[in-house]
């Protein structure tokens, strides 16, 4: 079966993010937030950032019309029911995925599937609170979503093929890439770029260099379009620290134990672009600029 409506489960930068990508392919979205004020929020957000590609010459007005026409809110999960498949796009907390996931499981066809955006948790673990495991999987879209053409799709233990291969279907509709992974923390993407972001802020903290400094040189010398320092900010740093402390747990790797900087940094509320300060300081379109201190005062 094709998916044609998707419901998403959250609507912060991803959640946002997802619903523009899937509303740019011809689905139909709904989104649910915890308020109907949150949910006013997120449709502003994407309202946003669609005018800020407009002002690019990305889209057209039309198309922010046609995109916003395809996004409705929905109020509580109930009204998910119609949906073909669900995308989870909460906080990083694994017991907050579960405990929705066990909700969710009420809902819809048997057939349907349910998806997490998870970057770094078990699509088993979260799986397990549902009476069909075998329709649940891991859908680890990247920012910003609709630009980013790759998404992991990552089956659980119990995943079957016809889950796979539907949602790997749903992303080449998308227009992304979809590459199978095998669960293990971390996937493919988060536990290869956290060592680089992590000994990136080891080497401010050391004074090697300043922030802008290590992006000019990741990005001059090896093409990146981004560079680590400016990534973490993107990411969120208070998320970069989540991520690493969860495979540091699990994997018991001192590559992945958080840099003391970045600690420092969000105890001082320095989260990166989304407060207006992490390695570098943002203005209100986003655009980075370096900070005197970096966060070793």
């Known amino acids: 079966m094709a998916i044609r409506s998707v419901g998403i489960v959250g609507g912060g930068t991803m959640g946002q993010g997802i619903a523009v990508a899937c509303a740019s392919a011809g689905l139909d979205v709904l989104l649910v937030e915890?308020?109907?004020e949150l949910g006013q929020e997120a449709l502003a957000g994407i309202a946003e950032a669609l005018d800020r590609d407009i002002a690019k010459w990305r889209r057209t007005e039309?198309?922010?019309?046609?995109?916003?026409?395809?996004?409705?809110?929905?109020e509580g999960l109930s009204a998910l029911e119609p949906t073909n498949l669900v995308i989870e796009a909460v906080s990083e907390d694994l017991e907050l995925k579960s405990?929705?996931?066990?909700?969710?499981?009420?809902l819809g066809a048997p057939d349907d599937i349910l998806a997490s955006n998870t970057s770094t948790l078990s699509v088993t673990e979260i799986a397990a609170r549902t009476t069909r495991p075998e329709r649940v999987i891991g859908l680890h879209f990247l920012q910003p979503v609709p630009k980013v053409p790759l998404v992991e799709v990552v089956r659980g233990l119990k995943t079957n093929d016809d889950t796979y291969?539907?949602?790997?279907?749903?992303?080449?509709v998308l227009g992304k890439t979809g590459i199978e992974v095998f669960e293990y923390p971390g996937y493919v993407t988060t536990?290869?770029?956290l060592p680089f972001l992590n000994e990136a802020m080891h080497v401010v903290m050391e004074g090697v260099a300043s922030a802008e400094a290590v992006d000019t040189s990741m990005r001059l010398g090896y093409g990146l379009p981004v560079g680590p320092l400016q990534l973490a900010d993107r990411i969120g740093l208070d998320e970069v620290m989540r991520w690493m402390q969860y495979l540091f747990d699990e994997l018991g790797d001192v590559k992945y134990r958080p840099c003391p900087l970045l600690r420092k940094m969000i105890r001082a509320g320095h989260l990166g672009q989304k407060s207006g300060r992490g390695f570098f300081e943002y203005d209100a379109a986003g655009h980075p600029k370096p900070v005197s201190s970096e966060g070793r005062e």
């Open 34 to 36: 915890k308020t109907p």
């Open 62 to 74: 039309s198309e922010k019309r046609a995109i916003m026409a395809r996004v409705g809110l929905a």
């Open 99 to 106: 405990s929705l996931f066990q909700q969710l499981d009420r």
């Open 165 to 172: 291969r539907r949602a790997l279907e749903f992303v080449r």
């Open 191 to 193: 536990r290869v770029i």
